[in-house]
């Protein structure tokens, strides 16, 4: 199922509990964005809609480490002691290097570290849990475990302490209703997926 579908469904799983919770018309859009967004959680192991969205592209980097890299190069060729140039040289030139290897799937990390690091200042712990989702998410195969009932808890953790910062109730069951939204809509239950999801991994790579 694509990213468009598992929107809507995640949208309209966030207006399901809106009506549960008979809430206001701007909490109502609050929960359908959040059940929206939740039901895209689990494809961020691939590059799918929700990457795009939260990482920047990575020819933006690119270009900027590799001018960086040369100003640095410059700059080291007329400043300081001989050891201290080539060490910046040696910076300058490994940057540029390194870039020339960064490609959109790097995004992610990269994303993910941004992430806990905004965490720490925000003093946010449901930013911080998403952080290291996010991290895991770049490094784990496409529907594995982000399409667990491990990621499922894991996100359901992030859902809890986003409700106690934000102080509405029912964002928790918003995020988890759009998140489990998604895997239901990948389950080998409908009859339009071939492939199904792995719920028990890492203790059995049985398809549901």
Same mark, same amino acid.
């Given at each position: 199922?694509?990213?468009?579908?598992?929107?809507?469904?995640?949208?309209? $799983?966030?207006f399901?509990?809106?009506?549960?919770?008979?809430?206001?018309?701007?909490?109502?859009l609050?929960?359908?964005?959040?059940?929206?967004? %939740?039901?895209?959680?689990?494809?961020?192991?691939?590059?799918?809609?929700?990457?795009?969205?939260?990482?920047?592209?990575?020819?933006?980097?690119? =270009?900027? $480490?590799?001018?960086?890299?040369?100003?640095?190069?410059?700059? %080291?060729?007329?400043?300081?002691?001989?050891?201290?140039?080539?060490?910046?040289?040696?910076?300058?030139?490994?940057?540029?290097?390194?870039?020339?290897?960064?490609?959109?799937?790097?995004?992610?990390?990269?994303?993910?570290?941004?992430?806990?690091? @905004?965490?720490?200042?925000?003093?946010?712990?449901?930013?911080?849990?998403?952080?290291?989702?996010?991290?895991?998410? %770049?490094?784990?195969?496409?529907? %594995?475990?982000?399409?667990?009932?491990?990621?499922?808890i894991?996100?359901?953790?992030?859902?809890?302490?986003?409700?106690?910062?934000? @102080?509405?109730?029912?964002?928790?069951?918003?995020?988890? &209703?759009?998140?489990?939204?998604?895997?239901? &809509?990948?389950?080998?239950?409908?009859?339009v997926?071939?492939?199904?999801?792995?719920?028990?991994?890492?203790? =059995?790579?049985?398809?549901?």
């Open positions: 199922m694509n990213g468009t579908a598992h929107v809507a469904i995640g949208a309209a $799983a966030g399901v509990v809106a009506n549960q919770f008979a809430s206001s018309p701007t909490t109502t609050l929960f359908v964005g959040l059940g929206g967004v %939740s039901g895209l959680m689990p494809d961020l192991d691939i590059d799918g809609k929700l990457r795009s969205k939260i990482t920047f592209s990575h020819k933006v980097i690119q =270009s900027a $480490a590799q001018l960086i890299g040369a100003l640095m190069i410059m700059y %080291s060729l007329y400043e300081g002691t001989a050891t201290e140039r080539l060490f910046g040289m040696g910076i300058g030139i490994a940057m540029m290097a390194l870039s020339a290897l960064l490609k959109q799937k790097h995004m992610l990390i990269i994303t993910g570290i941004g992430i806990l690091a @905004g965490s720490i200042t925000l003093q946010e712990k449901w930013l911080m849990l998403l952080g290291v989702y996010i991290l895991i998410a %770049s490094f784990v195969s496409h529907r %594995s475990y982000t399409h667990s009932i491990i990621g499922t894991f996100f359901g953790i992030i859902a809890f302490h986003l409700q106690e910062s934000l @102080g509405i109730e029912g964002v928790f069951y918003a995020c988890l &209703a759009g998140y489990i939204s998604h895997l239901v &809509a990948d389950s080998k239950f409908l009859p997926n071939k492939r199904g999801i792995k719920l028990f991994l890492p203790f =059995s790579s049985k398809e549901f």
